[in-house]
């Protein structure tokens, strides 16, 4: 069917409202959006959890499900009104002319059907393609996505292909039709960052190829800035700022805007001179939004009497073509000035050592098939001699993608698995063989966990108090319940929760006051060392520098050894005093902040580093893209874990990466790393990030 | 694919022999021996006497001989009695002494002979399977479908008054039992109580000549109670599969709903009620009890109470090995189905 032709904008959204409908009442998701796409355009769609934004984009599909319906506004796709659209016109212009990509790409591709034949149905169903036409097509496309051996993979089921793999399929099969509008959600989330980079190169360059426009919805201002054209940033279902990326990103003109880039870590980001800040407040619950601006409540700039009167409009800013913000007090407010400054005291020196790991190794044995027994057994290599040290007072980051091994050492280090060889020491005692329940009480309460995903770590049936003080009693801590209940609320103190939290239930909490009541518990028997997984990769932008900073001040206060592990080197170079970079179970860097993030770097510290998204346009990055993907620590690769994919690989001689481990080295400052590159050829690296020199 | 029936295979016979000794033991216990002796003999044995009976025909042989000897793997007994005759296990009725096999076990084919139908137990069993596998065959044809194409159309759109209505229908046949439905079919259709009078009210004469009109009744009365329970199992995995990420992205794709639900939720959603399926072979097999006693049709289920009631234990071990053997074989089918429905799962 030729489509009409139409050279206005692509996508024309104007007015939006959707509402969710429940039985009692309507809940407004979406207000009062526009928003409008050009051809070959890519707009970024910004904001945090439960603004709106994947609203948006099932709007513009016309998949709201039962509950959810466009109350107000228009959406014109090349002219024609989606909203007035019938299912026939629907199903011809889903999958055809606007096509989608999901952000678990395990979960969107059906576990039951060949990857082929999932590919093949849209020219089956779009362009009455054959079997044979369709097969080519989708063979042409499998190899489009940069996929190897698109043979074996149009045979091949979801699960046999890895997540990177997966997210190319779904990436290839929303553009088997050539959509004039790709909509991406949240696409590389689930995805390790190197993965990540290769995925966001991928969608940039066959968005140019193709001339498809995309809007680009993630909450990873990083990531809008090295794909999209224009941004615009959406706050409690409301667009707040609209603008092309540069004018957005260096002269923003909405005060939520701002909070948000003052809450991520940039690399020009500082513990002492230049502090994260975050937002106060919460997000006001869709049913719960204030009078007037929405931010209002949380907004440093707010003025009573003009800010909580009635809706505020967007309004055009001066200077700026196309750049609206939805503030009343833009030509007020001197956003130039800097952040007001903390005045936190430098961090105390690091003492003595209070937990040393030497050569310590866990291999798991593994049935060759779970289910059916048999077979024989083989290994997983899940760490590789291990030898650190970590100190008193100090934040040893420990960086690495899924698969690395980091969370099989926190396993063994917590006691939940015992070591195969080597040793844990914490205070000079031996650990490594003792589990969890064999730990005497003090070794457990010294080490402590706080986990990545606070939803699923507190009990939804005990009260808060209740989980601080059953901690409380399990490390034996005070002699009555009045002493444990008075150092109950002194933990809500110190986690800067009010003590009527102590009798609320977890679910009346935000992601991020959960996660202060995880940590309250980790530090209820004054750990020595606290684990700290991914504390803050679950939590919203404006949350997780609260989040962070609470970290480091109590263990400023308490001297507590923190294991920070993160795949977020940002926020790892805003945090750590030294970091540890894992791969494939080997440490294959150790060093102070400042020596990991600047040249000589391991090889692969060097991608990590490229391919960490940087959501600020002083910086310039050098592109380095890993291919394949992280190789299985059950079969690894002979020599250095890394030569599959090293960049460096041809400046050593005589293969000796392909057959020999390398040995760690220690660089000068006690800078250790394992490869074989020579001096002068590490001498040679240049830095990933460059400061473009622009005055902040 | 074969190495995994072999082991499979393997392992079902393991089985097989555990479970067969249990129910070996279970009915070799002195108790049920000396009640054995006493009807077969004299009710007014005394003590003495009943162990002299029991041992001329070897039944105080220690368990696992015994044990051994039914199932073929040890020779049979061959004992002089105090009474002074030569009784072996093998020795036929028909048979010269001499030509007696060494070994006459199950494994020979030699199932024994039941007292309650003076007969050889494997024709027995073999009689009553053939009635009773032909009243499964039919319940399966009417009630796997039925119960799929109900669960899959209650499912596919949750909450919707089609959904409600087939959840409805289907609690109510599970909630009946099949001596009330049976009842009230044969009240209503079989009966001049209403007077419909479409179907026969019993199916002796289905042992031989079997016609729609005698066998409908049993079959509808049974496929009834086990098709709510199927249909339940397969709404609650269809309901779960419809909202999937990947039926969204489907729908997203723009396939029509009957493609949705044929092409990309049916072979997610048969993966749960399959293992379901597969279980009701058990079931059947000695679940029909009252289902065939109340329409008089002598099945498997009726020959198995017979044998309980009259403590008649070559037939109960007879029927147990068949039991068995059903059971197992019908778990292994239902593993290569998994398998072959789920691509997640591979054997090596």
């Known amino acids: ?696 | 694919m074969a190495t995994f029936i072999l082991r499979r295979t393997g392992t079902m016979i393991l089985t097989a022999l555990c479970l067969t000794f249990i129910v070996f033991f279970l009915t070799n216990l002195y108790p049920n021996l000396e009640k054995l002796a006493k009807t077969q003999g004299n009710f007014r044995m005394s003590d003495e006497e009943v162990a002299s009976w029991l041992g001329n025909r070897g039944f105080l042989q220690p368990m696992p001989v015994k044990y051994g000897q039914w199932l073929g793997i040890l020779p049979g007994y061959v004992i002089r009695g105090t009474d002074g005759v030569l009784r072996g296990k093998c020795f036929g009725r028909h048979m010269a002494r001499e030509d007696a096999p060494r070994f006459c076990g199950v494994l020979q084919g030699d199932w024994g002979y039941s007292l309650r139908f003076k007969d050889e137990v494997r024709a027995i069993v073999g009689v009553r399977l053939g009635l009773t596998g032909w009243l499964m065959l039919m319940v399966m044809a009417v009630m796997v479908p039925g119960a799929l194409v109900m669960g899959v159309l209650a499912g596919m759109r949750e909450g919707s008054r089609l959904d409600r209505t087939l959840s409805t229908v289907s609690i109510v046949t599970t909630a009946t039992p099949e001596y009330v439905s049976g009842v009230i079919f044969i009240a209503v259709f079989a009966s001049s109580a209403v007077g419909l009078k479409w179907f026969k009210g019993t199916a002796t004469a289905a042992m031989n000549d079997m016609t729609f009109q005698n066998f409908a009744l049993p079959v509808l009365t049974i496929s009834l109670y086990g098709m709510g329970y199927i249909a339940r199992m397969t709404r609650a995995s269809m309901a779960e599969v419809m909202t999937a990420q990947y039926i969204r992205t489907a729908r997203l794709k723009g396939v029509g709903f009957a493609g949705i639900v044929m092409k990309h939720a049916l072979r997610n959603a048969l993966i749960a009620p399959f293992t379901v399926i597969m279980l009701q072979f058990p079931w059947l097999l000695n679940g029909v009890v009252i289902t065939e006693t109340l329409f008089n049709y002598k099945g498997f289920g009726w020959a198995l109470v017979e044998a309980a009631g009259n403590n008649d234990i070559e037939l109960l071990l007879g029927i147990s090995v068949v039991s068995v053997i059903v059971v197992l074989s019908t778990q292994l089918i239902s593993d290569i189905g998994y398998v072959l429905l789920n691509p997640r799962i591979r054997v090596s």
């Open chain 1, 1 to 696: 069917m030729p489509t009409p032709e139409h050279d206005g904008p692509v996508l024309e959204i104007d007015r939006l409202s959707v509402s969710f409908f429940t039985r009692s009442r309507a809940i407004p998701a979406v207000m009062d959006f526009s928003l409008g796409i050009r051809p070959g355009e890519a707009v970024g769609l910004v904001g945090e959890s439960g603004c709106g934004k994947s609203t948006v984009a099932l709007a513009v599909m016309r998949d709201l499900g039962v509950n959810g319906r466009i109350v107000g506004g228009r959406i014109r796709f090349r002219g024609r009104d989606i909203t007035a659209m019938n299912d026939a016109q629907l199903r011809h212009l889903r999958g055809n002319e606007i096509a989608m990509v999901y952000q678990e790409p395990m979960a969107s591709l059906n576990p039951a059907m060949r990857i082929g034949r999932q590919l093949m149905e849209v020219p089956m169903i779009h362009h009455q393609k054959s079997r044979a036409e369709a097969r080519a097509l989708a063979l042409e496309m499998v190899a489009d996505v940069k996929l190897p051996d698109p043979r074996r993979i149009l045979e091949s089921y979801p699960h046999q292909l890895s997540g990177g793999q997966q997210q190319r399929i779904v990436i290839a099969m929303a553009l088997m039709s050539r959509p004039a509008l790709l909509i991406l959600d949240e696409p590389t989330t689930a995805l390790d960052v190197t993965v990540e980079a290769g995925i966001v190169r991928l969608i940039r360059d066959l968005g140019a190829k193709y001339g498809t426009s995309m809007l680009f919805i993630s909450h990873n201002l990083g990531l809008i800035l090295e794909t999209c054209d224009r941004i615009c940033v959406m706050y409690s279902g409301e667009a707040v700022e609209r603008g092309k990326i540069e004018d957005v990103f260096d002269r923003m003109r909405h005060p939520y805007t701002q909070a948000l880039f003052r809450a991520i870590p940039v690399p020009d980001a500082d513990r002492n001179t230049r502090p994260l800040v975050a937002i106060p407040g919460n997000f006001p619950l869709p049913d719960e939004r204030p009078r007037g601006c929405n931010f209002g409540p949380r907004c440093a700039y707010r003025v009573p009497g003009l800010c909580d009167q009635g809706r505020v409009p967007l309004q055009k800013v001066d200077g700026n073509k196309g750049h609206v913000s939805r503030c009343l007090r833009i030509a007020d407010i001197d956003w130039t000035a800097p952040p007001a400054a903390s005045g936190r005291g430098r961090k105390p020196g690091i003492g003595k050592v209070t937990l040393r790991v030497e050569r310590l190794k866990k291999y798991h044995d593994l049935a060759a098939n779970a289910l059916f027994g048999g077979g024989e057994r083989r290994v997983v290599r899940a760490n590789e001699t291990l030898s650190f040290d970590a100190h008193e007072g100090e934040t040893l980051a420990i960086v690495g993608e899924s698969g690395c091994g980091k969370s099989t050492f926190a396993r063994v280090l917590m006691g939940l698995e015992t070591a195969t060889e080597g040793r844990i020491l914490l205070h000079g005692n031996e650990i490594q063989d003792i589990a969890t329940g064999d730990r005497s009480r003090e070794t457990v309460s010294a080490i402590q966990m706080v986990f990545q995903n606070p939803f699923d770590t507190l009990n939804p049936s005990m009260t808060i108090g209740r989980q601080i003080l059953r901690a409380l009693e399990v490390f034996d801590i005070g002699n009555s319940h009045a002493q444990r209940h008075s150092r109950m609320l002194k933990l809500l103190d110190l986690v800067k929760l009010p003590r009527a939290f102590a009798d609320r239930l977890p679910r009346q909490l935000s992601g991020g006051q959960k996660q202060r009541v995880a940590i309250a518990r980790a530090f209820a028997g004054d750990a020595a060392v606290v684990l700290a997984d991914e504390p803050v990769s679950a939590l919203d932008v404006s949350v997780q520098a609260a989040v962070t900073e609470l970290l480091t001040d109590i263990q400023r206060d308490h001297g507590t050894t923190l294991l920070f592990i993160s795949h977020d080197l940002g926020i790892v170079r805003y945090l750590s005093d030294r970091v540890l970079v894992m791969y494939l179970g080997h440490i294959v860097e150790l060093g102070t902040t400042d020596q990991v993030f600047a040249p000589p770097y391991h090889p692969y510290t060097e991608a990590l580093l490229s391919a960490v998204p940087v959501a600020d346009t002083s910086f310039s990055k050098r592109e380095i893209v890993l291919e394949g993907d992280v190789p299985s620590a059950i079969d690894p690769p002979p020599g250095c874990p890394f030569q599959t994919r090293c960049r460096w690989k041809h400046r050593v001689a005589g293969g000796l990466c392909e057959t020999r481990v390398p040995p760690m080295r220690t660089l000068p400052g006690k800078h250790r790393i394992r490869c074989h590159l020579e001096d002068p050829i590490l001498g040679e690296m240049q830095p990933v990030i460059t400061a473009a020199g622009k005055a902040r």
